[in-house]
């Protein structure tokens, strides 16, 4: 079946270190996005990707980073600078389109990330 | 900016009875609104889209109204089951931007 995958389920990061949440999909889609759900609130934009090799920064990107170097993998890189990391971060995928609202996304079932 | 509100507080109704969940969206107008749903622990699931200029949709049990004038969204899912329970969220999109914007969500509590 197509879907997206994330890992790993529960991360937990140590003062000063990087981690590296992966998101792989087999959907074929172009558009992939990180985004960020903290209890009681909405998810956040991260990052989005719309094509290989091509990344914006969403409403949230400090302390972020990502890559995209194939169609199905969108690795997002929490680094040491995020002073707040502890959240459930999720990634979705979406068919190529101009406009973002007009075609459903697909999402994976979360990283949650606590800080030891 | 941009404000979505959707009720925090917790949709308790008995199986069978119909739950009505609200979506108000200021300062902009989406051409576009998602609905989905998201269990606890589980990435969100796309129920519908409803675009602006559609007044209604409908899919199975569930029902979504657009009422641009109010700037609001209605979701209805009747004949409500145990298994509906879960938190909904909505996302009013601007046509200029690339991304969702999501509501907070409402959790819905069908008892049996």
């Known amino acids: 079946d197509g879907g997206i995958t994330q890992s790993p389920k529960y991360l937990f990061r140590k003062e000063g270190q990087n981690v590296t949440l992966s998101c792989e999909q087999n959907?074929?889609?172009?558009?992939m996005y990180w985004y960020r759900q903290d209890p009681g609130q909405g998810l956040r934009l991260i990052y989005y990707?719309?094509?290989?090799?091509?990344?914006q920064k969403g409403d949230i990107a400090e302390g972020y980073s990502v890559s995209r170097e194939k169609k199905e993998s969108f690795p997002l890189t929490v680094t040491s600078a995020q002073k707040n990391p502890t959240a459930f971060y999720l990634c979705?995928?979406?068919?190529?389109?101009?406009?973002?609202?007009?075609?459903?996304?697909?999402f994976g079932d979360g990283t949650r990330l606590s800080i030891l | 900016s941009q404000k979505i509100e959707q009720n925090s507080e917790a949709l308790n109704i008995q199986e069978g009875k119909t739950a009505t969940l609200t979506c108000n969206y200021t300062?902009?107008?989406?051409?576009?609104l998602q609905w989905y749903r998201q269990d606890p622990g589980r990435g969100p699931v796309f129920l519908l889209l409803?675009?602006?200029?559609?007044k209604e949709k409908r899919k199975e049990r569930l029902k979504v109204t657009f009422d641009t004038t109010l700037k609001q969204s209605l979701f209805h899912v009747t004949a409500s089951q145990p298994a509906d329970s879960a938190t909904y969220l909505c996302?009013?999109?601007?046509?200029?931007?690339?991304?969702?914007?999501f509501g907070s969500g409402t959790r819905l509590q069908v008892q049996p």
């Open positions: 979705a995928s979406q068919t190529g389109g101009s406009q973002g609202g007009n075609q459903p996304q697909h």
């Open positions: 959907l074929n889609h172009d558009a």
């Open positions: 990707s719309q094509i290989v090799n091509d990344f």
């Open positions: 300062n902009y107008s989406p051409a576009y």
């Open positions: 409803i675009r602006e200029n559609e």
């Open positions: 996302a009013p999109t601007d046509t200029g931007r690339r991304a969702l914007t």
